[in-house]
């Protein structure tokens, strides 16, 4: 396997440096991690359902004209990605009281919001991911205003497109977290999305029973992780021949 030298490791990725300039690799691990990685394991497989789960969404959204980093998938648990500037924002996107959202507002599990919510967070494990407006991400300049409104443009017709298409696949999207970075090709600078759409960010559930087929059932042991993961590449039509396999990770230079 070809030695590669590792960039950056974060809870379920690692990125490694890719074969051209500006480019990197995207390796997605088995390991699952929740309440800011206070709880953590291994889920056999998981890594090569995202990424394929993954490279279908992003390849998808790119179909109606939302700029992202992904270039291809290269084989069962590695794409190649374009190197970004990661803007340190996560923007999650709510459709129906789900989460945190629940807590704080006592909204019950389940109602369908009046309309699409979009909340930012600051992007800081060590102080949990806190809630933040667009004065934060302006005054401290995480990203400008113009970058801001094509932050919330892109996240609300990426929303739209999804919503639909889980629903013709029977699954509610009920809220999700992106990721935007800035892509820099000569002397032009813009906004793409980043990381990854899977349900380790997404919550799905399945439209007749409401069941959770997400990161959920591994927050709220559950259980069946994998098999869920599983249906929602089965529905989607991608899901690996013979199942989900396991690879190595690359070899790392020291």
């Known amino acids: 396997m070809a030695?590669?030298?590792?960039?950056?490791?974060?809870?379920?990725?690692?990125?490694?440096?890719?074969?051209?300039?500006?480019?990197?690799?995207?390796?997605?691990?088995?390991?699952a991690t929740a309440f800011n990685n206070k709880k953590s394991a291994t889920i056999v497989g998981k890594g090569v359902l995202n990424?394929?789960?993954?490279?279908?969404?992003?390849?998808r959204i790119a179909e109606i004209g939302i700029p992202t980093h992904f270039v291809?998938?290269?084989?069962m648990r590695e794409q190649l990605i374009k190197e970004v500037e990661i803007i340190p924002v996560e923007v999650i996107i709510r459709n129906i009281s789900a989460g945190s959202l629940a807590t704080r507002l006592?909204?019950?599990?389940?109602?369908?919001?009046?309309r699409s919510i979009v909340e930012f967070c600051y992007k800081s494990d060590e102080l949990g991911d806190p809630l933040i407006t667009e004065e934060h991400i302006t005054a401290f300049g995480w990203a400008t205003p113009q970058e801001i409104d094509d932050i919330m443009a892109m996240s609300l017709r990426i929303n739209d497109f999804l919503i639909g298409l889980f629903l013709g696949i029977g699954i509610k999207l009920v809220d999700f977290k992106l990721e935007f970075g800035r892509l820099y090709e000569n002397e032009m600078v813009r906004v793409v999305l980043a990381d990854e759409i899977s349900p380790d960010n997404c919550r799905l559930w399945d439209t007749k029973t409401n069941e959770k087929?997400?990161?959920?059932?591994?927050?709220?042991?559950l259980g069946g992780v994998a098999e869920a993961y599983q249906e929602v590449a089965r529905r989607l039509g991608i899901m690996p021949e013979g199942g989900p396999r396991d690879i190595q990770a690359p070899t790392l230079m020291q």
């Open 51 to 59: 990424n394929r789960i993954s490279e279908y969404l992003m390849a």
């Open 72 to 75: 291809r998938r290269l084989n």
């Open 3 to 31: 030695r590669r030298r590792r960039v950056y490791e974060g809870k379920a990725k690692v990125l490694y440096e890719g074969p051209e300039p500006g480019t990197l690799v995207q390796y997605f691990k088995d390991d």
């Open 213 to 221: 087929m997400d990161k959920d059932r591994f927050r709220r042991d």
């Open 106 to 114: 006592g909204i019950p599990e389940g109602t369908a919001l009046p």
